[in-house]
């Protein structure tokens, strides 16, 4: 009995002791796997250190383009359509026929009117052959003051309506001359309005017969809205803008394909009063257009240049992200980890972005390599070549 008694004894404190060896060794395995790590290895970034400096502004606006003198053709008689005598759209030169109207009613009137001029002629030739003889016999008294009055009243009669017999041929001349329609300026013509045959009335809607836009120089016409003017004057009072010398404005064109225009425009006139129905005022820019290139009605993006930005911060378009929170750029503190900077940003001016409030002269903000980083990280800021170095033999390491 006590035989076995032993045997049991001795046989769980065998097996007490094979699980106490069993968690020793787990916990010793824990332990090494426990161990602290070091810090992490600092990742390659490119920085670049921001300093003020003066950078152009550029502010974008809708415009469309409008010819410098556009006239539109107008018949000033009445009378059928004969013939259109240009090529519709395209370039006219000024005093170039556009229209004939039938002259013949016009011609007839002036015969008729120098046909009357000689009558008058006659009438006054008669009268003043009368006052001749009469004259010297009413001065030896051997005719009547009567007949005298009765000669002089002939001849400035007669010289009257002379006179206006001038003054129909005129009238009558200048009709007939009406009757051919030349361009007033030098420009591209538009479509007729109505065709061979047709009749025109003077000074109805039919009397509107085409227009003539000169194309060079072009206007360009854009509107700027209340707050967009009231934020430039904003900026100018406190010296974050400086206008030009002599507020001379400039324009530069985008066209629709997203080609700059080769031209410079030159800003010649503002409209002095908001409009009440859309609350902006319209601006306008004259510029050179000597190949036709720029249309009327022509849809185009202005750039107002001229004025310029002083101490302005600016980091390239690439380094700012954009998140839930607003823009966002990385920053290299003072212990070389990454920071990231919750940051306003202005206008873009080529491949930069000006940044208004979030960032100070002197700071590195980071332009390569954001995309792997996180804040409190150690980085290592290298040269451009460096990076893009490393970046190129990372797929040859891997293979």
């Given at each position: 009995?006590?035989?076995?008694?032993?045997?049991?004894?001795?046989?769980?404190?065998?097996?007490?002791?094979?699980?106490?060896?069993?968690?020793?060794?787990?916990?010793?395995?824990?332990?090494?796997?426990?161990?602290?790590?070091?810090?992490?290895?600092?990742?390659?970034?490119?920085a670049i250190t921001i300093q003020p400096r003066t950078i152009p502004a550029m502010f974008p606006f809708v415009a469309q383009?409008?010819?410098?003198?556009?006239?539109?053709?107008?018949?000033?008689?009445?009378?059928?359509?004969?013939?259109?005598?240009?090529?519709?759209?395209?370039?006219?030169?000024?005093?170039?026929?556009?229209?004939?109207?039938?002259?013949?009613?016009?011609?007839?009137?002036?015969?008729?009117?120098?046909?009357?001029?000689?009558?008058?002629?006659?009438?006054?030739?008669?009268?003043?052959?009368?006052?001749?003889?009469?004259?010297?016999?009413?001065?030896?008294?051997?005719?009547?003051?009567?007949?005298?009055?009765?000669?002089?009243?002939?001849?400035?009669?007669?010289?009257?309506?002379?006179?206006?017999?001038?003054?129909?041929?005129?009238?009558?001349?200048?009709?007939?001359?009406?009757?051919?329609?030349?361009?007033?300026?030098?420009?591209?013509?538009?479509?007729?309005?109505?065709?061979?045959?047709?009749?025109?009335?003077?000074?109805?809607?039919?009397?509107?017969?085409?227009?003539?836009?000169?194309?060079?120089?072009?206007?360009?016409?854009?509107?700027?809205?209340?707050?967009?003017?009231?934020?430039?004057?904003?900026?100018?009072?406190?010296?974050?803008?400086?206008?030009?010398?002599?507020?001379?404005?400039?324009?530069?064109?985008?066209?629709?394909?997203?080609?700059?225009?080769?031209?410079?425009?030159?800003?010649?006139?503002?409209?002095?009063?908001?409009?009440?129905?859309?609350?902006?005022?319209?601006?306008?820019?004259?510029?050179?257009?000597?190949?036709?290139?720029?249309?009327?009605?022509?849809?185009?993006?202005?750039?107002?240049?001229?004025?310029?930005?002083?101490?302005?911060?600016?980091?390239?378009?690439?380094?700012?992200?954009?998140?839930?929170?607003?823009?966002?750029?990385?920053?290299?503190?003072?212990?070389?980890?990454?920071?990231?900077?919750?940051?306003?940003?202005?206008?873009?001016?080529?491949?930069?972005?000006?940044?208004?409030?979030?960032?100070?002269?002197?700071?590195?903000?980071?332009?390569?390599?954001?995309?792997?980083?996180?804040?409190?990280?150690?980085?290592?800021?290298?040269?451009?070549?460096?990076?893009?170095?490393?970046?190129?033999?990372?797929?040859?390491?891997?293979?």
């Open positions: 009995m006590s035989t076995n008694i032993d045997f049991t004894r001795r046989t769980g404190l065998a097996f007490f002791l094979c699980i106490v060896l069993f968690f020793a060794t787990i916990l010793a395995s824990c332990s090494k796997h426990e161990e602290p790590k070091g810090p992490p290895p600092a990742v390659e970034v490119v383009i409008q010819s410098s003198h556009q006239v539109d053709v107008m018949a000033r008689v009445s009378g059928f359509l004969e013939k259109i005598s240009y090529s519709e759209g395209k370039q006219v030169n000024k005093g170039q026929i556009l229209f004939q109207i039938d002259k013949k009613p016009y011609q007839a009137a002036v015969d008729v009117v120098k046909a009357e001029m000689e009558i008058r002629e006659s009438q006054l030739w008669t009268a003043r052959a009368s006052y001749n003889r009469i004259k010297p016999l009413a001065d030896q008294n051997a005719a009547s003051k009567s007949d005298l009055d009765t000669a002089i009243g002939a001849v400035k009669s007669a010289e009257a309506g002379l006179q206006q017999a001038q003054a129909n041929l005129d009238k009558a001349n200048l009709d007939l001359g009406y009757t051919t329609i030349t361009s007033p300026v030098s420009g591209v013509s538009g479509q007729s309005k109505i065709r061979e045959g047709g009749y025109i009335a003077a000074g109805s809607q039919s009397a509107t017969l085409t227009y003539v836009a000169k194309l060079d120089p072009a206007w360009v016409d854009f509107s700027i809205s209340q707050n967009e003017q009231a934020d430039a004057l904003q900026k100018v009072d406190s010296g974050r803008l400086v206008p030009p010398k002599g507020n001379r404005y400039t324009v530069e064109l985008e066209l629709a394909d997203g080609h700059r225009y080769p031209q410079i425009g030159v800003v010649n006139f503002a409209e002095p009063s908001f409009s009440k129905e859309t609350g902006t005022f319209l601006v306008r820019a004259q510029i050179p257009n000597p190949k036709g290139d720029l249309r009327p009605g022509m849809f185009v993006k202005a750039y107002l240049t001229g004025a310029k930005r002083p101490n302005a911060l600016a980091v390239p378009q690439k380094s700012v992200q954009q998140t839930a929170n607003g823009h966002v750029i990385y920053i290299v503190n003072t212990k070389g980890q990454v920071d990231v900077r919750l940051v306003t940003v202005g206008d873009w001016v080529g491949p930069d972005w000006i940044i208004n409030e979030g960032l100070k002269a002197g700071e590195q903000v980071i332009v390569d390599g954001i995309m792997r980083l996180a804040p409190g990280m150690p980085v290592k800021v290298v040269s451009p070549e460096q990076w893009k170095a490393a970046q190129a033999a990372k797929p040859a390491a891997g293979k």
